[in-house]
């Protein structure tokens, strides 16, 4: 899946407010949104991002 750039730049972490950046999956595609402040990893399902901080990972 490819998320787009425009979308990119509006989501933030729900976490700390920190921009998002796409990490994983093959070539262009984002398997998981990686919070640029706190460092929180959000999956992607189904092409969804899951921003649920009870869902993230920590590094």
């Known amino acids: 899946m490819k998320i ?3 979308l990119l ?3 933030a972490c729900p ?3 920190s921009p998002l950046r796409a990490e994983g999956g093959a070539g262009d ?3 998981e949104l990686a919070c640029t402040g706190c460092g929180l990893v959000y999956p992607v399902r189904d092409d969804i991002p899951v ?5 993230a990972r920590k590094p």
């Open 29 to 31: 595609e984002a398997g």
């Open 9 to 11: 730049e509006i989501l």
């Open 15 to 17: 976490a700390c407010k």
């Open 4 to 6: 787009d750039d425009w």
């Open 51 to 55: 921003l649920l901080v009870d869902e």
